[in-house]
T-cell receptor
């Protein structure tokens, strides 16, 4: 059974919409990450966390909020979605080597 | 902050050929370098790693070389198979925490 799961797997919203992406890990890892993957840019770190209640700013945080409610659950929030946030989003957990989720494809029209 | 450059961006080879993927990084404080493979439509999966106190690591058909002086890594894949077709990512992590910086990826296509 997959140790990192994401939901939804696909999401379409409109400009200005409110979106929440969810991630759950059963690895008992302290660190969790949110990345976006865009052609030509590889994976870019949005936010990460080293435990429940903790949040660290990544390299491309603008327009995104995140919340780590438990060791298992990490959420990415887009409160006013824009077309530039159309991307493939990956969550990961880590104890040094990252274990990735299956990804969420988000389209902002 | 750390920057990781990965080249080439794409490779097309015949089955059985060997390939070389190169990465360079900027932050001398980076100490751990895992590599990942992403097959079409799939999640990234860890394939091999190396630490800054090592020069070489090999697993099956993968050999990872590390040059601390030049801040350069290279992944050598031998006897490629169509199943090796994927995007390969290098990454770098420092001692200060678990912030990981990825290269932009190398798309490998192995034709039968």
């Amino acid at each position: 059974e997959a140790a990192v799961t994401q939901s939804p797997r696909n999401k379409v919203t409109v400009t200005g919409g409110n979106v929440t992406l969810s991630c759950r890990q059963t690895n008992s890892h302290n660190y969790m990450y949110w990345y976006r993957q865009d052609t030509g840019h590889g994976l870019r770190l949005i936010h990460y966390s080293y435990g429940a209640g903790n949040l660290q700013i990544g390299d491309v945080p603008d327009g995104y909020k995140a919340t780590r409610t438990t060791q298992e659950d990490f959420f990415l929030l887009l409160e006013l979605a824009s077309p530039s946030q159309t991307s493939l989003y990956f969550c990961a957990s880590s104890d040094g080597t990252e274990s990735f989720g299956p990804g969420t494809r988000l389209t902002v029209l | 902050g750390e920057q990781v450059e990965q080249l080439p961006s794409s490779l097309i080879v015949q089955e059985g050929a060997s390939v070389l993927i190169n990465c360079s990084y900027t932050d001398s404080a980076s100490v751990y370098f895992p590599w990942y493979k992403q097959e079409p439509g799939k999640r990234l999966q860890f394939i091999i790693d190396i630490r800054s106190n090592m020069e070489r690591k090999q697993t099956q058909r993968l050999t990872l070389l590390f040059d601390k002086k030049t801040k350069h890594l290279s992944l050598h894949i031998t006897a490629t198979q169509p199943g090796d077709s994927a995007i390969y990512f290098c990454s770098a992590t420092g001692t200060g925490g678990y912030k990981v910086v990825f290269g932009s990826g190398t798309r490998l296509l192995v034709s039968p």
